[in-house]
Nanobody, 125 residues
Framework: VQLQASGGGLVQPGGFLRLSCAVS????????VGWFRQVPGKEREGVSC????????HYSDSVKGRFTISRDNAENTVYLQMNSLKPEDTAVYYC???????????????????WGQGTQVTVSS
């Protein structure tokens, strides 16, 4: 199983970015894919999750209404569209996947077995 995150960068407050997570290796499984973020000295924060089995999504309160998680089956890619970005969204963003996740635990990073590398998102003027 491999996850490849991309799409980070520098953006001004109020701007937008789209992160991508290319997922491979699950064969017939339909994993849950989550996005996390982390700043130095703080615990990894669950931002959003999508079940590729039934398309159920979850969002943290801090991003609800601004971020949207979606998928492209043909590309085996999960996206995180981030709008109305704020300086406090600055972090390294990671995607993670697991094929036995209980969705109610989506924000618990210990529940995921597979991780991509991080991509830096910086929101600053």
């Amino acid at each position: 199983v491999q996850l490849q995150a991309s799409g980070g960068g520098l953006v001004q407050p109020g701007g937008f970015l789209r992160l991508s997570c290319a997922v491979s290796g699950f064969l017939l499984d339909r994993p849950a894919v989550g996005w996390f973020r982390q700043v130095p000295g703080k615990e990894r924060e669950g931002v959003s999750c999508l079940s590729t089995w039934n398309d159920i999504t979850h969002y943290s309160d801090s991003v609800k209404g601004r971020f949207t998680i979606s998928r492209d089956n043909a590309e085996n890619t999960v996206y995180l569209q981030m709008n109305s970005l704020k300086p406090e969204d600055t972090a390294v963003y990671y995607c993670a996947a697991d094929n036995s996740l209980i969705l109610s635990t989506y924000s618990d990073y210990t529940q995921y077995n597979y991780w991509g590398q991080g991509t830096q998102v910086t929101v600053s003027s």
